[in-house]
């Protein structure tokens, strides 16, 4: 047994059930998603037809008693009839709620993917500046320019994707809109196709940035970056299929037949085969209901990026890829991460240390947890923070307070007097900045 392997445990079967039954009921009381589902424009037509339907299956039941049931049995089909039509709805309705489930878990694929396409093409650019033999001015103005570009590309790529202008739409955060040229910016208010339009910006700017040395990396090496580009690209318009095209309208018609159908037929089938007005009131209401509100669940999730599907939440992934740019523009000067070499038991061939083996490596490098390390570096930090400040006699120590991007950015700036990173802004694509 080797005690540097740590043996993952396995959690009991019932711990997980119960985390499970937390985590649904953690969804189930969510105020917030539980009152949009309320005030939507499909919950409340569910229930109005159902409330509908309802009503008048108890009307039936009465008019039906009081001509001694005679009435109601005379007009409907036989039993098996109405068993096979709701068949073939609840059929339709798999297909249709099997369909809306792949729109969204495509949507949300797409949504991430796009995220990170923009960041790794920030990521290797930042990097690619690093041996670059251009002035700190050149260098910091194509990377300040280009984080901006990137940040509203991906607004925009999301805007996009929210369909038809008319309807409401989220709003997303821009790192440093206004810093940018007012050329360019009216350029981009005044385009028609804003994300090809700022896509190719950014193209242009990679290549004035190789023709003046700022990216002063081979030619084959740089093609990365404008694979990673082209991909963000495809991306977008693997994930406009979703906003731009709907499902067929017949099978949309089809639908809509049925679901009248069976809110019509539902109210004669549950006054014959029920005891009481109140239960055919109720099976009745509560049958129509869950029909209507799957199919108008599907229809919010054609477009999963809309406000109204709430489905998902663009806003969160734009900031965070905001966050993740401030990040990477507070670490282009940093120096390259390296091992201590105090730390190291056994060295390469040609050193003073004996050369390492893969047992000798297996049996001396040291491990741990990644929750340990996180533990012991904060305390590390925070052990410094108060050695450098300690606190006053007379007063209460202060509470100790991350460093944010912009004062790691105004840290970490590189020579030359180079601007700091500018704080998001919110700002909608379409109006003027």
């Keep these: 047994s080797n005690p540097a392997c740590f043996p993952l445990s396995k959690p009991a079967g019932g711990a997980g059930g119960a985390a499970a039954m937390v985590s649904m009921v953690r969804l189930l009381v969510d105020r917030g998603k539980f009152c949009h589902m309320v005030r939507s424009r499909g919950f409340i037509m569910s229930a109005i037809v159902a409330f509908l339907s309802g009503v008048a299956s108890g009307v039936l039941y009465y008019y039906d008693s009081s001509r001694g049931g005679q009435f109601i049995e005379k007009l409907v089909p036989t039993e098996v009839v109405f068993n096979v039509f709701i068949t073939f709805c609840a059929l339709v309705l798999g297909f249709r709620t099997a369909h809306a489930l792949t729109r969204y878990t495509d949507a949300a694929m797409y949504l991430h993917k796009l995220s990170a396409c923009w960041f790794d093409t920030a990521s290797t650019l930042f990097s690619f500046c690093r041996p670059s033999k251009a002035d700190n001015e050149a260098v910091d103005q194509f990377q300040q320019t280009l984080l901006r570009l990137i940040s509203v590309t991906s607004a925009l790529s999301l805007e996009a994707l929210q369909g038809a202008s008319w309807c409401p739409k989220f709003r997303f955060e821009v790192v440093g809109l206004s810093e940018l040229d007012d050329a360019t910016q009216r350029e981009i208010v005044q385009a028609e196709h804003r994300v090809e339009f700022v896509f190719q910006m950014m193209q242009q700017l990679c290549i004035d940035g190789m023709d003046s040395g700022v990216l002063n990396v081979p030619a084959p090496i740089l093609t990365r970056s404008f694979q990673e580009m082209s991909g963000a690209l495809l991306t977008f318009h693997e994930a406009k299929k979703l906003a731009a095209v709907q499902m067929p309208y017949t099978y949309i018609v089809i639908t809509a037949t049925l679901l009248v159908s069976a809110a019509v037929c539902m109210p004669f089938m549950m006054a014959l085969y029920t005891q009481g007005w109140w239960s055919s009131f109720f099976f009745t209401m509560s049958g129509t209901f869950l029909l209507w509100s799957t199919n108008c669940m599907n229809e919010s999730l054609d477009n999963p990026f809309t406000i109204e599907s709430k489905a998902l939440n663009p806003c969160d992934t734009q900031h965070d890829l905001n966050s993740q740019l401030l ?66 006699d007379t007063e209460l120590a202060p509470p100790v307070r991350m460093c944010s991007n912009e004062d790691a950015n105004h840290a970490r700036a590189p020579p030359g007097g180079a601007a700091a990173a500018p704080a998001p802004r919110h700002w909608r694509p379409g109006q003027e900045a």
């Design 327 to 392: 990040q990477l523009l507070a670490q282009r000067s940093s120096p390259s991460a390296r091992t201590d070499p105090g730390d190291t038991t056994h060295g390469s061939p040609g050193s003073n240390k004996p050369e390492c083996t893969y047992p000798d490596l297996l049996a001396h490098t040291r491990r741990l947890s990644l929750n340990t390390w996180d533990r012991r570096t904060r305390r590390s930090i925070e052990h410094c923070v108060e050695e450098a400040h300690p606190p006053d």
